[in-house]
């Protein structure tokens, strides 16, 4: 059964780096065409692309937000981590990971999500 | 940056047809998605790569697509689709896009 989950703290300070860990099972990173992606929430407002690793270790980043992300792989732990630096009132979030199981294909399965507030 | 454009909301009675819009430059030229979110709840995947139902998906969502405008349908709506609708593509750089959503209320 394929699932993904993330965790990270809950809370961060302005100016602080976030870290952020998806944890997957029922696939792998290695397999042909697929990808994790990371997608955020702000309450009540729109789903926001953030940035994606795939199966060659290549990466890809919001235009936006390019300066401040950086997507990694363990293959081996089965996990990616995102980390978002210069953290601002702004990015506060529901974050998601989800996967997609192919070049062309959708993020079929996605992660409950985990809320990040970014407050002194 | 590139957008893609979605309207706020739809309202529709029960039973009815309900047409959401997706209006993006590259949409002719890169694949859509759909995306289907409840309240509380995380996104799921509904339309894959223009017109494909994933499995367990029902046959009354479909999409369509003319000239920089996809549409998703949904046909005979029913309290269940009452949820908010998300477009993705990709831009000419081929980086993922959302659309601002749209807001499905069945009245």
């Known amino acids: 059964q394929v699932s993904l989950r993330e965790s990270g703290p809950a809370l961060v300070k302005p100016t602080e780096t976030l870290t952020l860990t998806c944890a997957f099972s029922g696939f792998s990173l290695s397999s042909s065409g697929v990808s994790v992606n990371w997608v955020r929430q702000p309450p009540g407002k729109a789903l926001e692309w953030l940035a994606a690793i795939d199966w060659e270790d290549d990466k890809f980043y919001s235009t936006s937000l390019r300066t401040r992300l950086t997507i990694s792989k363990d293959t081996s732990k089965s996990q990616v981590v995102l980390t978002l630096t210069n953290m601002a009132p702004a990015d506060t979030a529901t974050y998601y990971c989800a996967r997609a199981d192919g070049l062309n294909f959708g993020f079929d399965i996605w992660g409950p999500g985990t809320t990040v507030a970014v407050s002194s | 940056s590139y957008e893609l454009t979605q309207p706020p909301s739809v309202s529709v009675s029960p039973g009815q047809t309900a047409r959401i819009p997706c209006s993006g430059e590259t949409l002719p030229k890169q694949y859509t998605f759909w995306y289907q979110q409840k309240p509380g709840q995380a996104p799921v995947l509904v339309i894959n790569?223009?017109?494909e139902r994933p499995s367990g998906i029902t046959e009354r969502l479909s999409a369509s697509s003319s000239g920089t405008t996809v549409t998703l349908t949904i046909t005979g709506v029913q309290a269940e689709d009452e949820a908010d609708y998300y477009c993705?593509?990709?831009?000419?750089?081929?980086?993922?896009?959302f659309g601002g959503g749209t807001k499905l209320t069945v009245l």
């Open positions: 993705q593509s990709a831009d000419s750089s081929g980086i993922w896009v």
């Open positions: 790569a223009d017109t």
